[in-house]
């Protein structure tokens, strides 16, 4: 089945401890992208990819980190977790040019 | 700049009722406008796009480039409609990175 798989779908950590949300899809996709979204905020691009090692900043790219080293990876590090970033977190893909966006079903983060 | 706009964050209507949910963008090239749907406990997806004008789930959108709005319709609401609704907008042309922005979400509720 195509999709994006995202994990884990919830997470609780506390201030300053590194984590990683991964988020890997099967349809060969070439672009990859993380959203953030907040009550009243919509949803908000963090970082984008175009392709393998090629990665650029979204509108809220503070604090984040992210990598492409293959094509169906694209994990979403934070380096440094701080209350501000207890969200949900949503990855999507879609093929180049392509329209539809697919998206992962979400992380919940809690930040302590 | 690039913005999209739903003003409402709730819309709450009784099954059968006229269905209309706001979308105005703010996009100075040729936009590609989309409508998102999230359905409790599930992933984001397409629900249509400007391009295609179709209707999907007895949904329809026109984008009206002189008032920039891309409103989304349905003549008679169901219980199922309800969900989490999304306006989003794309740009065109060869610099396309195929950043889509978000609206801010609109709720829509169903009573039977």
């Known amino acids: 089945e195509a999709q994006v798989t995202q994990n884990p779908r919830y997470l609780i950590t506390v201030t300053g401890k590194k984590l990683t949300v991964t988020c890997s899809q099967n349809m060969n996709h070439e672009y990859m992208s993380w959203y953030r979204q907040d009550p009243g905020l919509g949803l908000r691009q963090i970082y984008y990819s175009m392709n393998v090692e090629v990665t650029d900043k979204g509108d809220v790219p503070e604090g984040y980190k992210v990598s492409r080293k293959e094509k169906r990876n694209f994990p979403l590090i934070l380096e440094s977790p701080s209350p501000n970033q207890t969200s949900l977190y949503f990855c999507?893909?879609?093929?180049?040019?392509?329209?539809?966006?697919?998206f992962g079903s979400g992380t919940q983060l809690s930040v302590l | 700049a690039q913005r999209v706009t739903q003003p409402e964050k709730l819309l709450s209507v009784f099954k059968g009722a006229p269905v209309e949910l706001k979308c105005n963008y703010s996009?100075?090239?040729?936009?590609?406008l989309f409508w998102y749907v999230q359905y409790s406990r599930q992933r984001l997806q397409l629900l249509l796009r400007h391009i295609s004008r179709e209707s999907i789930k007895g949904f329809t959108a026109d984008l009206n480039k002189g008032e920039t709005s891309f409103h989304l319709k349905k003549p008679f609401a169901q219980e199922e409609d309800s969900a989490m609704y999304y306006c989003a907008l794309s740009g065109r042309g060869s610099g396309n990175t195929g950043k889509l922005i978000f609206g801010q979400g609109t709720t829509l509720q169903v009573k039977p």
């Open positions: 996009y100075s090239g040729s936009p590609e």
């Open positions: 999507a893909s879609r093929d180049r040019g392509g329209e539809k966006l697919f």
